[in-house]
């Protein structure tokens, strides 16, 4: 499999572009997708962000300067995508974007639950109705930190916020997520 760098410089050659795109799709499409479905939910809405996203990438590969990691350019296009996603379908379903109220994507969790497409024990499920409670941004922090195993420095350079503030966040997300489940408990 060929490195970040080569991929750039492949997608960069007119006469290799396209097939280099093709494997850099190959590449990161699982993990793009992984991503993103954590944000959006919905298979239906993911596959269509990521598609969005692979456009902005294949858009932007031309201006791409090396700044930072590919992957962390191509992580970065996918969680504004993710977000805008996000804030599109609050608009169009009349939630105020300042509204935290989770019921829409705590409708497509139960939906896809019912349909099998989510499968885990009852600890996962109940994890994921708490993880809808929390603000967009929370949640992004807390998937790539909890999920994705990814470090403070690698999220700072994503999402562009400093590092203190991901900790803080993380932080706050932790303590929602332990008094939803608490919650959670108390109302069996």
């Known amino acids: 499999m060929q490195t970040?760098?080569?991929?750039?410089?492949?997608?960069?050659?007119?006469?290799?572009?396209r097939k280099a795109f093709e494997a850099l799709i190959k590449k990161y499409q699982?993990?793009?997708?992984?991503?993103?479905?954590?944000?959006?939910i919905d298979h239906d809405d993911a596959?269509?962000?990521?598609?969005?996203?692979?456009?902005?990438?294949?858009q932007g590969l031309q201006n791409f300067r090396g700044d930072a990691q590919l992957y962390t350019w191509i992580y970065r296009i996918a969680t504004n995508e993710s977000l805008n996603f996000l804030q599109k379908k609050r608009r169009q379903?009349?939630?105020?974007?300042?509204?935290?109220?989770?019921?829409?994507?705590?409708?497509?969790?139960e939906s896809s639950i019912s349909q099998d497409y989510i499968s885990g024990d009852e600890i996962?499920?109940?994890?994921?109705?708490?993880?809808?409670?929390?603000?967009d941004k929370q949640r992004l922090v807390f998937n790539m930190k909890y999920y994705d195993d990814m470090k403070y420095e690698?999220?700072?350079?994503?999402?562009?916020?400093?590092?203190?503030?991901?900790?803080?966040?993380?932080?706050?997300?932790?303590k929602?997520?332990?008094?939803?489940?608490?919650?959670q408990e108390a109302s069996f």
Do not use: C
Request: aromatic share 6%.
């Open 124 to 135: 996962q499920i109940k994890l994921q109705k708490a993880l809808l409670q929390l603000p």
């Open 4 to 17: 970040d760098q080569e991929l750039v410089a492949d997608i960069l050659n007119p006469e290799t572009r």
């Open 47 to 58: 596959d269509d962000v990521v598609q969005e996203t692979f456009i902005k990438i294949w």
């Open 176 to 183: 929602k997520i332990e008094e939803s489940l608490n919650n």
């Open 30 to 40: 699982q993990k793009i997708y992984w991503h993103i479905r954590k944000m959006v």
């Open 93 to 109: 379903n009349h939630i105020p974007l300042e509204n935290n109220d989770s019921l829409d994507l705590l409708n497509t969790l």
């Open 154 to 174: 690698e999220i700072s350079e994503i999402t562009g916020t400093s590092v203190g503030a991901l900790k803080a966040s993380y932080h706050l997300a932790v």
